[in-house]
């Protein structure tokens, strides 16, 4: 047998190793949300849907005991080394307070955060599960290097493109506006996908050349015959599903649903997705305010895509919640991290603002995470988005309040 060839690997100073398996403290139990009305109840009805206050690797530390191979789907949207402290403002005072901080000294020590996290977090994945990061132009070569070497190169089953457009990109000397995201797709096997349309409706005053309509006016669509044999094209004639071209080709009709005015094509989504907004073109009712918040219709593609209800959905970098909502309002399980207080009161308000709002525990995870890990505190070097303070200016009235009826956060402008 020929050794197998060692995967290509993605090397920097001071790379951390997997941490070992251990036995972290016990996350603390804040609460159980909605508050039941019998607190029996709570203790009774476990269901598995948690959020997790701290740093994510403490998270993962703990379900790496928990629920070993038992999410079906893993949705990371990290910082991505922006150099930016995001904040938001506070309503009613309209102060800004930091959500987060994305500066980092360089970028060994942001993939020295990221590694352990992604190598923990595929120990996770159900044979079939699927892991999804969203990441940008300047990372996600860096993250599929990442990704090739804990999962192996055969693990990746899309990159998938969101160009959110619209945005007024800003434009930089000599090179095309950057306007999308990048989503890497891995699995280390066979995961159940479900194929996306995106219905287009045609007036029928005006259809495209490619859409007909017969004798008893239904619209259809054709394609070639392909590999139908002489008998299943007898049987599709007598369907009435054979259309003839001029010159006696035969093809294949698709009939498509119509109303009045309208006809309906489904169109199968590819891996270039140019229909999804970005936040500031979502309405109003669903930003929550939280910097770098992501579209729910991007999450329940996703969702609907890779998972099926009754499924465990988990975000470790959840910022205002976006996948935990989609995946409640999907049916699924779900499971939730972050470390920023504002971003847990913001999703613990979406979450309960929500009609399909099912129980939840929220824990508190004690351990601050190791220094070499955080991000620096100094004045970041990139440009910086005209509302922000100095980096070193830490507003006073940051605490988290855990209190899901706390005010929304003022809506903000940003994506980063
Ligand atoms: C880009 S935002 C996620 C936004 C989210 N997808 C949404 O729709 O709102 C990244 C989040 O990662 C969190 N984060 C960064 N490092 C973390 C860590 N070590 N542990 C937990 N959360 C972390 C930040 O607080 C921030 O909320």
């Known amino acids: ?48 849907n948690a959020l997790y206050h701290g740093d994510n690797l403490l998270a993962l530390q703990h379900l790496r005991c928990s629920h070993a191979q038992q999410i079906d789907l893993i949705y990371l949207d990290p910082p991505f080394a922006t150099g930016r402290i995001f904040r938001t403002r506070q309503t009613p005072s309209n102060s ?42 300047r990372f996600s070569s860096y993250v599929a290097t990442l990704l090739f070497e804990i999962m192996g190169e055969e693990s990746l089953q899309n990159e998938i493109i969101w160009s959110y457009g619209g945005r007024g990109a800003k434009a930089h000397a000599g090179q095309f506006p950057r306007n999308h995201d990048t989503l890497l797709v891995f699995s280390k ?17 005006q259809l495209p050349k490619h859409i007909l309509i017969d004798e008893q006016g239904h619209p259809f669509k054709t394609s070639p015959r392909g590999d139908y044999t002489d008998q299943s094209i007898d049987r599709l004639a007598l369907e009435g599903r054979i259309y003839y071209t ?31 907004p970005d936040m500031m073109h979502c309405p109003r009712t669903e930003r929550s305010g939280y910097p770098t918040q992501k579209p729910l219709a991007l999450l329940e593609r996703l969702l609907r895509s890779w998972s099926n209800e009754g499924d465990t959905v988990a975000d470790l970098f959840c910022g205002s919640g976006t996948t935990l909502l989609a995946a409640q309002r999907l049916k699924r399980r779900w499971i939730g991290a972050d470390q920023s207080d504002i971003a847990i009161q913001t999703t613990q308000h979406r979450l309960l603002q929500d009609p399909t709002c099912p ?50 956060l003022s809506s903000t402008k940003r994506k980063r």
């Not at 972290?24 to 009305?37: A, C, E, I, K, V």
């Not at 800004?96 to 977090?121: E, G, H, N, V």
């Open 96 to 137: 800004p307070i930091t959500a987060y901080r994305d500066t980092w000294s360089d970028k060994a020590q942001f993939l020295s955060m990221l590694y352990p996290r992604l190598c923990c977090i595929t120990e996770l994945l159900s044979p079939h599960g699927v892991l999804i990061v969203h990441t940008d132009t």
């Open 246 to 276: 001029r010159n006696r080709q035969i093809r294949i009709k698709y009939f498509l649903e119509h109303d009045k005015h309208h006809v309906l094509e489904p169109k199968h989504i590819g891996d270039v997705w140019d229909d999804i």
């Open 359 to 408: 129980t939840f525990h929220l824990y508190r995870l004690n351990e601050a995470a190791t220094p070499h890990e955080q991000p620096t505190h100094e004045q970041p070097t990139h440009e910086q988005p005209t509302h922000e303070q100095p980096s070193h200016e830490q507003p006073t009235h940051e605490q988290p309040s855990h209190d899901p009826s706390a005010p929304p």
């Open 189 to 205: 096997g066979t995961p159940t996908y479900h194929r996306q349309d995106r219905i287009l409706r045609h007036p029928k005053a």
């Open 1 to 48: 047998m020929p050794a197998k060839t060692p995967p290509i690997t993605l090397l920097w100073p001071n790379k951390p190793s997997l941490p070992p398996p251990s036995n972290p403290p016990d996350p603390q139990h804040l609460g159980t949300f909605p508050t039941p009305s019998d607190p029996s109840e709570a203790s009774l009805h476990t269901p598995p």
